[in-house]
C-alpha cells in the first residue's frame, strides 16, 4: 500500500509503548537543558530550514505574476504587479469548489470511519491476546503492511468498478479498510496499557462489552485517536495514486487529480497552475500552522518511553 | 542498555487477564472482529489473489483469456524494459535512502542541540509532511527546468534543464524525494535523541571524548532502532515511488526514469498488459519482501553488537 507505507507506516516506529492514559508525560523541556546555546548549530539549522522554504516561496512568487514576468525572470524575484486573477482563473478552471468538495467529503468521512471502527477492531484483539482467532487476526492485518499497493491495484480497480464503488464513497471505505493494518497497529499497544480493573468495574456494574468499550475505553483513547485521525487526514488528502485509478468520473475528482489533469491540460500556464497549486496545498497547510505543536506531537506520540 | 527498544512487534504490557480461563471470548468481541476481517480480506486479499491468478493467464485488461502458465514471468525475465525499471527504481531507492537518513539525522541531531528558535526549527522542517509531493513536484519541475537553468547559466549540467537529460533526470526526481521524507525521519530521530540522557555527554566530555567520539558511541548505539527502522521503511517506499515521477517527468525522457510502480500503472491501464504486469506486481512484492527482511537482519545484527 503505496501511501500507507510512504509515510504512516513509520509510525510503526513509535506505536509502541504508550504511558498509561491519566498520566501526562514530560518531555525535556529546555527549561532544564543547562547547555549553553549553540550559535554554530542555529546557524546551520537557520540555512538548513531555508531548503524547506525555498520552494514554497517559489510557489507564491511564481502564483502572484503575469506570465510575462514569469517568463523574463527565475521566479523567485517579488512580483511588479500582482495579478490576483491568477485565483480567479485556476477556481473556474479546475473547478477548484467541486474538487475541495470531494476532496473534504473523502478525508472527513476517511478519518470519521477510521477512529470509529479501526478502535473496536483493536480493542477485541487487544483485549483476547491470548487467543488464537484474535491473535491471527491481528497478524494477518499487520502482515498486510509488507504488501506494496501495485499488486492490489489493477484488480482492485476492476472489483470497485463492478460494485459501482468507483466514487467517494468507496475511496472512504478503502482509506478505512486500507488504513486497519497500522492503526489497530498503534490503537492495540496502547489498549494494552489500559488498565483492566477500569473494565471488570464497568462489567460488575452489568455493562456489556460494546457498552464498556464506547463509555469506558473509547473515552480513553483521545491521544491516540488524534495520532491516527491526523495520519489519516494527510494521508487521504494528498493521496494521489489512489483516486487516479478508482475514481472515474471526472465530477468525483480529489484535488491532488485536478491538479494533475489541469497540468496535463495547460502545462505551460504557469502562473494559474501555480494559484492552482497553492489552493490545493493551502487547507493542510493553515490547519498545520495554527495547529502545528499538536500535529507534531499527535504523530510522534508514542515514541517516547 | 536502550531506553527505547526495537518496535518490531507488540508490546506485551499489562495483559487483560481473562475473564474465563480457556473457553471462547464473549461473542461481543467476536462481532467486532469478523465484520472489519470480511472487508479487509475482500479489498485487499481477493485482489492480491486475484492478481496473482490472472498473472499466470494473458488477459489485457478487456476481452477473452487463456492460461499460459509462467509464459509472463519468463517473459518479465527477458523484458529490457521491466529490467531497467527495476535498475531505477533500486538505484533510486538506495539514494534516496542513504540521503534522506543521514540528512535527517543530521538536522535531527542540531535541532537537539541548545539551539534558538527550536520549535520553530522544528515546526518548519515538518511542513513538508503535510503537502501532497504530486503539487510540491510540479513546483519541482519548475524549479529545475525554469528557475535554475536562469540562476546558474554557466554551470553545465543545471543551465539545460537536468529533467531533459536521460542520465540526470533522477536527481531532481531525487531531491523531491528527499525534500519530502526528510520532515517524517527528522521527527522520529529527534524523538529518538530525545530519550538520550544529558548525563552521558557530560561524562564523555568529563572523559575527553570528541563530538565525533561521542556520536559513534553514545548518540549512533541509542539511536539505532530508530535508524533500523527508518531505513527499512525508507527503503521499502522508495522502491515504490510514484508520484514523484508523475510530476518531474512522467518516467521521461523515453523510459529513463521509469520506476516499476509507473510501469506496472502504464502497462496495466493503458497498454493492455493487465496479466503481464500483475505478474510483474507479484515477482516486486516478492523482491520488497525479501529486500525489507535482509535490511532487519544485518541493520538489528549490528544492533545486538552494541
Known sequence: ?305 | MTETRAVTTADTGREGRPRKVGGRAPSAYYWMVWPALALFAFFHTLPVLVGVFFSFTNYAGFGTWDFIGIGNYVNLFRDDRVLAAYGFSFGFALVATVLTNVISLAIAMGLNAKIVGRNTFRGIFFVPYVIAILVIGYVFQFLFSNSLPKLFPEIPLIADNMLSNPNWAWVPIVVLAVWQASAFAIIIYLSGLQTIPQELYEAASLDGARPWRQFRSITFPLISAFFTINMVLSLKGFLQVFDHIVALTNGGPGTATESITMLIYKGGFTGGEFAYQTANAVIFVIVITVVSLIQFRVLQRREADF
Open chain 1, 1 to 305: 500500500m503505496t501511501t500507507v507505507t510512504n509515510t504512516a507506516a513509520q509510525v510503526t516506529a513509535l506505536a509502541e509503548n504508550e504511558m498509561p492514559p491519566g498520566r501526562k508525560r514530560r518531555t525535556r523541556e529546555p527549561s532544564d537543558d543547562t547547555r549553553r546555546i549553540n550559535w554554530w548549530a542555529t546557524a546551520l539549522i537557520a540555512v538548513c530550514s531555508l531548503t524547506v522554504l525555498i520552494p514554497l516561496w517559489l510557489a507564491v512568487m511564481v502564483a502572484l505574476k503575469t506570465p510575462d514576468q514569469i517568463a523574463s525572470g527565475t521566479g523567485f524575484e517579488l512580483p511588479t504587479t500582482i495579478r490576483w486573477e491568477n485565483f480567479a482563473d485556476a477556481w473556474t478552471r479546475t473547478n477548484f469548489p467541486q474538487a475541495l468538495m470531494n476532496t473534504a467529503l473523502i478525508t472527513v468521512g476517511a478519518v470519521v470511519f477510521t477512529l470509529l471502527t479501526n478502535s473496536i477492531v483493536a480493542y477485541a484483539i487487544a483485549r483476547n491476546m491470548h487467543r488464537h482467532f484474535f491473535t491471527g487476526a491481528y497478524f494477518y492485518l499487520l502482515a498486510a503492511l509488507f504488501i506494496p499497493f501495485p499488486i492490489i491495484m489493477l484488480p482492485l480497480v476492476k472489483q470497485t468498478a463492478l460494485l459501482g464503488i468507483d466514487n467517494q464513497v468507496g475511496m472512504i471505505i478503502l482509506y478505512t479498510v486500507f488504513g486497519l493494518s497500522l492503526n489497530v497497529f498503534i490503537y492495540t499497544a496502547y489498549i494494552r496499557s489500559i488498565p483492566i480493573e477500569l473494565e471488570e468495574a464497568a462489567r460488575v456494574d452489568g455493562a456489556s462489552t460494546w457498552r464498556v468499550f464506547w463509555s469506558v475505553i473509547f473515552p480513553l483513547l483521545g491521544p491516540m485517536n488524534a495520532t491516527v485521525g491526523i495520519l489519516t487526514c494527510v494521508w487521504a488528502w494528498n493521496d494521489f495514486i489512489l483516486p487516479l485509478v478508482i475514481l472515474s468520473d471526472p465530477a468525483d475528482r480529489t484535488l491532488q487529480l485536478a491538479q494533475y489533469v489541469f497540468q496535463g491540460q495547460y502545462n505551460t500556464d504557469y502562473s494559474v497552475a501555480f494559484a492552482s497549486y497553492l489552493m490545493a496545498m493551502a487547507p493542510l497547510l493553515l490547519v498545520y500552522v495554527f495547529a502545528q505543536r499538536w500535529v507534531i506531537s499527535g504523530v510522534t506520540r508514542g515514541s517516547i518511553k
